[in-house]
């Protein structure tokens, strides 16, 4: 567990029960907790004193919680903001996470669920590096055989901007619809691992179990050089590569009748325009290259770790 005394939060609530409620919460967890019953308070006492993380939530009279998630990150980019709402839309998850916020929880939610997220905000915090963002934009991207998505983890923070993004241009559903039906639709997931978060999506295996097992053909590849597809209008629904897929890659879409996947935007790389996942990572965590490139790389870094080595050997 994180060194709690070392930690301090910050609870932005108009409400006067939950405000108390949660305070009384993290409390209980040796976190010194502040309070404020609103945005223009809760930014004095952020110029006044120094958080780790904010619990904020996101509908309030006067300056919202994406208010004082921008104005938190204007004062001090390291805090951690922690968004909450009752009235949770794809817009405002999207919008929360484009600025930078650590998390993003619907209410009611159990007092283990708060907890939970703000020790992985803390820990997270450790492992950043001091510049959290993607500051250079994205070169120009083309198809080529062979391409991968890969993902360091050590740069994933588990902000969940691929899966909201993922879901939000899967459905392409209008504004205000509630973010749990949305993110039904996503391809791509993160699982804790420890400390580190780890966004797992399909891995396009070469020898398919997905494909073998479907009765009905509507899982394919056009050849070894391209992702995995799904013909909706020949998936029955039977859930057989569901069960074949070693990393649990293959959900049932939203509308319960056909299996969805990762097929890394295929139709978007032929127009010239990344995967939404690489597009959208705030990190740069998750990359769009080739097997080629990821073993060059490989070799470089091992090459550069062994001069070192020798370079620091005693001379005989």
Known sequence: MVNAGKNRILIVEDEGDMRNGLKKILSRRGYGVDTAADGLKAVEKIKQRSFQVIV??????????IGVLQRAKDIDRSIAVIIIT????VTSAVESMRLGAFDYITKPFKPDDITLVVERALKTARLLPEEKTREAPLPEVRAKPGQIITVDV???YACLTCVVECAYARLGLPKHVP???VLSASRVSVEAAGDLAVPLRCMQCEDAPCITVCPTSALYRRSLDEPVLIDKNLCIGCKSCMLACPIGAISLGPEGKAVQKCDMCIARLKEGQWPVCVASCPTGATQLTTLDEVTTRARQT???VLAEVLKARPQE
């Open 56 to 65: 904020a939530d996101l509908k309030m009279p006067g300056m919202d919680g």
């Open 86 to 89: 009752g009235y949770g839309t």
């Open 154 to 156: 050590k740069k994933c």
């Open 179 to 181: 973010i749990s039906r």
């Open 302 to 304: 091992s090459a550069s």
